[in-house]
């Protein structure tokens, strides 16, 4: 337990430090590699819509990130009508209150002390629990991190085409970049700085993979109306239309969801939570 709670300080302080070294050199390095003559680059070049769309995915994984984390263990206890906080804790650690006792997939999570209605697991890299009132949040915030690595990726391979007059034409040329890259780093035919973004680029490809999959993966849970919590413990769910699975989690007005990082807009969870 005591490593988990320490991944759970750990990991979210990662994540902002991974997201503070893509923006630098996005802004710094990257986008102004693009420029090659600033005074007569046109309103719609390719490097200022790259700058563009980079601000308008960051800003969106960063903005559903925090809306993830925005909702307190009260407010969730109060919406369920499972008491006050401290109750709500004291009542599932001494097991005097159990999930069924409850909502189906309501879970009391130790490590954020947090009760969630519709459980779905505990991501580290937030410190929180995933459930009804931010999953769609959640799903936004994987989905814009995804782009957003896969943005910094081609960018920061057009840089290093550049800067070691390279192509990338041939699919090994990537797979074969790093060792080749290393072994010039030591012999000292290679900047630090330009084996800093080389990492990178890794770094990006695995971040952006991985929360591709765990996206894909979510939302074909959301089609059946499951989460992971349902799944591992083997709970039976009530088959529905996939459309009305899909409505409960993102709401009629998907679409602003989608452009803007907001709360669960016209979700069933969001009324019933103000009711």
């Known amino acids: 337990m005591l490593v988990l709670r320490l991944l759970n300080v750990v990991a979210p302080a990662y994540f902002l430090c991974i ?5 630098v050199l996005q802004i710094f390095l990257f986008i102004p590699s693009m420029f090659r003559d600033p005074s007569t680059t046109p309103l719609f070049s390719p490097a200022v819509l790259h700058g563009a769309l980079f601000l308008f995915l960051s800003a ?3 903005g559903n990130y925090v809306l993830v984390i925005q909702s307190s263990p009260e407010d969730l206890g109060k919406g369920l009508n499972l008491g006050k906080g401290s109750e709500v804790v004291a009542d599932w650690l001494d097991g005097s209150r159990s999930p069924g006792s409850a909502l189906p997939s309501t879970h ?15 991501c580290f890299f937030t410190g929180n629990c995933i459930g009804s009132s931010n999953m769609r949040n959640f799903i936004m915030f994987c989905l814009y991190t995804s782009l957003a690595c ?5 960018a920061g391979m057009a840089y290093i085409s550049a800067a070691l007059s ?11 970049l790093l060792p080749h890259s290393i072994s010039q780093f030591f012999s000292g035919a290679l900047l630090s700085s330009e084996m800093f973004v080389i990492l990178m680029l890794y770094l990006w490809l695995g971040i952006g993979l991985a929360c591709a999959g765990f996206c894909c993966h979510q939302m074909l849970l959301i089609l059946r ?3 992971r919590y349902q799944v591992r413990k083997g709970m039976v769910v009530r088959a529905r239309p996939w459309r009305e699975n899909l409505q409960e989690v993102f709401g009629k007005r998907w679409l602003l969801g989608l452009l803007i990082p907001v709360l669960n807009v016209g979700s069933d969870c969001r009324r019933q939570k103000e009711k």
């Open 150 to 154: 896969l943005d910094s990726l081609v």
């Open 19 to 23: 997201s503070l070294v893509t923006f």
């Open 60 to 62: 969106n994984a960063l």
């Open 108 to 122: 009391f999570c130790r490590l954020c002390a947090r009760v969630t209605q519709r459980h779905d697991h505990h």
């Open 225 to 227: 109306g499951q989460t």
């Open 166 to 176: 390279m192509s990338f034409a041939n699919p090994l040329a990537f797979l074969t």
